[in-house]
C-alpha cells in the first residue's frame, strides 16, 4: 500500500505533466496526454473524438479546433472578429 508521501509525489508528477502539455489558445485551454501509445487532446475540457499517433498530430487538432472554436463565436456575436488571440499557443502558466 502506498504512503501518503507516495501519493502526494505520484498528484504531483501527474499535476507536472498535465500543465507541461497545457496550452492557452486565444481564450481556451487545450491539453495534451499521452495514452495507450498514442496522443488525445481535450479543448476546453471537451475530449477530441480520436487519438493521434504523435505530440505534434494531437496540438495541430486541438489548435484548429480551438480556432474554430473562436470563428464560430465571432461569428455568433457578429463582429466578424477574432475572438482569441494569435492563436500561437503559449504553455500555460508562462
Given at each position: 500500500?502506498a504512503?501518503?508521501?507516495d501519493?502526494?509525489m505520484?498528484?504531483?508528477r501527474?499535476?507536472?505533466l498535465?500543465?507541461?502539455?497545457?496550452?492557452?489558445?486565444?481564450?481556451?485551454l487545450?491539453?495534451l496526454?499521452?495514452?495507450?501509445?498514442?496522443?488525445?487532446?481535450?479543448v476546453?475540457?471537451?475530449?477530441?473524438?480520436r487519438?493521434?499517433?504523435?505530440?505534434?498530430?494531437?496540438?495541430?487538432?486541438?489548435?484548429?479546433?480551438?480556432?474554430?472554436?473562436?470563428?464560430?463565436?465571432?461569428?455568433?456575436?457578429?463582429?466578424?472578429?477574432?475572438a482569441g488571440?494569435?492563436?500561437?499557443?503559449?504553455?500555460?502558466?508562462?
Open positions: 500500500m504512503s501518503k508521501r501519493e502526494t505520484v498528484e504531483r501527474a499535476r507536472s498535465a500543465e507541461r502539455h497545457s496550452y492557452q489558445v486565444g481564450r481556451h487545450v491539453r496526454s499521452e495514452a495507450a501509445g498514442g496522443w488525445t487532446v481535450t476546453d475540457g471537451l475530449r477530441h473524438g487519438r493521434f499517433p504523435t505530440e505534434a498530430a494531437a496540438w495541430s487538432a486541438g489548435l484548429l479546433t480551438a480556432e474554430a472554436l473562436d470563428r464560430t463565436a465571432s461569428e455568433e456575436d457578429g463582429s466578424g472578429q477574432d488571440g494569435t492563436g500561437q499557443g503559449a504553455a500555460a502558466g508562462e
